[in-house]
């Protein structure tokens, strides 16, 4: 299965009210968006029909995320209420809105990448699902930091590994979508600060010259699902129940997590 389409399943099946996609490029990946969605990109350039409700931002994402309120435009949506957090403003309460699945797909280096995950997961919850691209290349040369061949994933497959080391409170699931990989991580937990407490530790321990030593069980997709596989599993009927219920964590998380690794097998 080829990523767009492992992409356009997911949005079916997670039920998603909502998309946040960073990385958008000639809007090929957006185009499948039929639900809310905010789209960022410093250089977007979309050729392709849009067909949902979106705020396309002309910015990198640090930038993005670095607004007041970065997902504003979801907010004034016709959101069911159980799909927004209750946050305090000098006013009362006003609501904000979590982020029910999100595309990490913009630069191509690994630290961009875990910034993006740091700021998405800080506006998700354990219902929600975020997909990183470009996570197994083929080749050392598809994988250096400084691009130079035409496909590019850069070293965004580290991040599958960090994750595991730092995070294995989440469920990160590699799957061998076609050309290049995928990573779909479950679990999300605001709350959670190792990554931004050990950021530092972990990019001075990750970002080394090229060339890259691009594990032999990533260039062999070791451990990585059938996309089919996965986008097949009956456990989503369980997540998106759960997230119309407004279960919480501490009853929904384990039942959910042990549904998955019943599909994928004990993952990262
Ligand atoms: C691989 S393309 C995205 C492809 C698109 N998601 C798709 O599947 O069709 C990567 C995009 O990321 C954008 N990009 C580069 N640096 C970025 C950053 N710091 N923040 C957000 N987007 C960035 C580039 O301008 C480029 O258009």
Request: charged fraction near 30%; proline fraction near 5%.
């Amino acid at each position: 299965m080829k990523r767009h389409e492992f992409l356009r399943e997911l949005h079916k099946v997670s039920g998603n009210r909502n998309y946040l996609e960073i990385g958008v490029n000639d809007g090929r990946s957006l185009k499948l968006s039929r639900v809310p969605t905010i789209a960022v990109d410093p250089a977007f350039k979309v050729v392709t029909e849009i067909r949902c409700d979106v705020h396309l931002v002309k910015a990198t994402s640090d930038d993005f995320f670095a607004r007041d309120n970065p997902l504003v435009h979801l907010k004034g949506g016709r959101h069911p209420v159980r799909n927004l957090r209750r946050g305090r403003s000098p006013l009362g309460y006003w609501r904000r809105a979590v982020l029910d699945l999100s595309f990490i797909d913009g630069m191509h280096l690994f630290e961009y990448a875990l910034r993006d995950f740091m700021n998405i997961e800080r506006h998700s919850d354990w219902t929600s699902v975020i997909v990183f691209d470009d996570v197994l290349p083929r080749n050392v040369d598809e994988a250096a930091r400084d691009r130079h061949t035409g496909a590019w994933t850069g070293d965004v497959y580290k991040i599958a590994e960090i994750l595991g080391r730092y995070r294995p409170d989440l469920l990160s699931v590699l799957v061998d979508s076609r050309p290049t990989g995928q990573l779909v991580v479950f679990g999300a937990n605001p709350r959670n600060r190792v990554l931004r407490d050990r950021y530092d530790e972990i990019v001075a321990a990750y970002e080394v010259p090229d060339p890259q030593k691009v594990p032999e069980a990533i260039l062999d997709r070791v451990g990585a699902v059938a996309p089919e596989v996965l986008v097949g599993a009956g456990f989503w009927r369980a997540l998106r129940r759960a997230r119309a219920l407004g279960l919480g964590r501490s009853r929904g998380w384990e039942p959910l997590r042990a549904a998955v690794e019943g599909v994928v097998g004990s993952r990262l």
